[in-house]
C-alpha cells in the first residue's frame, strides 16, 4: 500500500529534523575545533611574550584551578599515583596531584615559550645523565632508539636532542582539529624534527630506514593510544604498552634505551637506562611482549623515582580501562605488525 500524503509529509519533516541535526552538530563541531585552535595560537603568541616569571605564575595557577576541578584527568591522575606510591594515603595522593598537576602545567608553559629560547638555552635547560649510550650508538652508524615516559619536559628533550645529533625523527598523534595538528608539526619541525602522524601504514618501514641510516628515533612508550599494545606489568599491575618500540628493534640492529626524565629546580633532566636487547625466545607475540616487559621495568624505576612529574592522566593498566575497550581489545588480538601506538 503506498503511504499516504500525510505520512509522506511526517517522515519528510523527521528526515530533515534529522539532517538539521547532523548539520548543527557539524557545525558545533567545526566551531569548537576553531576555539581550540585559536586557544593554542593565542598561548603560543601571548605566552611566550610574557615576563617569565608571571608567565610560570599563571600556569601555577591554572594548575590548581583545575585540580580543585578534579575533572576525569584529575582523577585518573590519582588512581595512576596510586600506583606509584603504593604507601601513600588519599590525602598524600592528592598532594602529590596537585604537584603533578603543577608539573603538567609547567611543560606546558615550556612548550609555549620554547621557540623564543636560545639554543643555549636549550642545550643548559635540559641535562641526560648517561647520554654517552646514545652518543656511542649514533656514532657508530647504527641508530637509536628511545623510548620515553610522558614526564618532566620531552619538548625540551627533543629539542636539545636535535641539536646534539642533528635532528631526529618520531611520531605523534594526529590531533584534532586538523589545523592544531598542523601547527604542533610545524613547531616541532622547526627544531629539526620529523613528525609522522600515527596510524599511517608505512609508518613502522619509515622509522625502520630512518634507524638504518643511523638516525636517532624517540618514541613514546607508556601510552597504548590505539589497540595494539600489548600487556605487561607495570608497577606491578598489567597495563598495555605499545609494541612498536619492540618491534622496531626486532625489525633493525638499532639499539633500544629507555629514557625516563623529570625536573629538577630550574631544569629538566633525563636519565638513559641500560640497553634493553631484544628478546628471542618464542614466536613474535612473545619475543614483543618480553622486549616490551623490559621497557616497562625501566618506566617503573623512573615513575617510581619521580612520580609526580609522570604527567599521565590516561588509564593505563586494564583494570581502569573501559569496559568496551577491554572487549575489543579481547577480540581483536594487537596487530604487532602495525604501526599504532608508538605515537607521542
Given at each position: ?7 509522506r ?15 548543527r ?68 595522593i ?92 610545524a ?86 637506562h641500560?640497553?634493553?636487547?631484544p ?48 572487549a ?17
Open positions: 500500500m503506498a503511504p499516504t500524503r500525510g505520512a509529509r511526517v517522515a519528510e519533516s523527521g528526515s530533515a529534523r534529522q539532517v538539521t541535526g547532523r548539520s552538530d557539524a557545525v558545533t563541531g567545526r566551531s569548537r575545533d576553531a576555539v581550540t585552535e585559536w586557544a593554542f595560537v593565542a598561548g603560543w603568541q601571548i605566552v611566550r611574550r610574557l615576563p617569565e616569571r608571571s608567565a610560570y605564575a599563571a600556569f601555577d595557577r591554572a594548575a590548581e584551578m583545575l585540580w580543585r576541578r578534579d575533572g576525569e584527568g584529575v582523577r585518573q591522575l590519582k588512581r595512576n599515583l596510586a600506583r606509584a606510591c603504593p604507601e601513600a594515603d588519599a590525602a598524600e592528592s598532594e602529590l596531584s596537585l604537584a603533578s598537576m603543577r608539573s603538567y602545567l609547567r611543560y606546558w608553559c615550556d612548550a609555549f615559550r620554547l621557540p623564543r629560547w636560545s639554543e643555549q638555552r636549550i642545550r643548559e635547560g635540559f641535562v641526560l645523565d648517561r647520554h654517552e649510550l646514545m652518543d656511542d650508538a649514533l656514532a657508530a652508524g647504527d641508530g637509536a632508539l628511545m623510548v620515553v615516559n610522558h614526564a618532566g619536559n620531552w619538548d625540551l628533550a627533543a629539542a636539545w636532542a636535535c641539536l646534539r645529533y642533528g635532528g631526529l625523527t618520531t611520531v605523534a598523534e594526529r590531533l584534532r582539529p586538523e589545523g592544531l595538528y598542523q601547527r604542533f608539526v613547531y616541532r619541525s622547526a627544531f629539526g624534527m620529523e613528525i609522522l602522524p600515527t596510524g599511517e601504514p608505512d609508518v613502522v618501514r619509515i622509522l625502520a630506514r630512518r634507524l638504518q641510516a643511523g638516525r636517532l628515533v624517540p618514541l613514546m612508550g607508556d601510552r597504548d593510544i590505539g589497540r595494539a599494545g600489548v600487556a605487561v606489568d607495570l608497577l606491578g599491575e598489567p597495563a598495555s604498552l605499545p609494541a612498536g618500540p619492540a618491534l622496531l628493534a626486532e625489525l633493525t640492529s638499532a639499539p633500544l634505551y629507555p629514557v625516563t626524565m623529570w625536573f629538577e629546580g630550574p631544569i629538566a633532566r633525563g636519565r638513559v641500560d640497553r634493553v636487547l628478546s628471542t625466545a618464542g614466536d613474535r607475540a612473545v619475543r614483543i611482549t618480553a622486549t616490551t616487559q623490559a621497557v616497562a621495568d625501566a618506566f617503573s624505576i623512573g615513575i617510581r623515582e619521580h612520580p609526580v612529574d609522570w604527567h599521565m592522566m590516561q588509564p593505563v593498566w586494564l583494570a581502569d580501562l573501559d569496559p568496551a575497550r577491554l575489543a581489545r579481547a577480540s581483536s588480538p594487537a596487530d604487532i605488525d602495525a604501526g599504532e601506538g608508538t605515537g607521542a
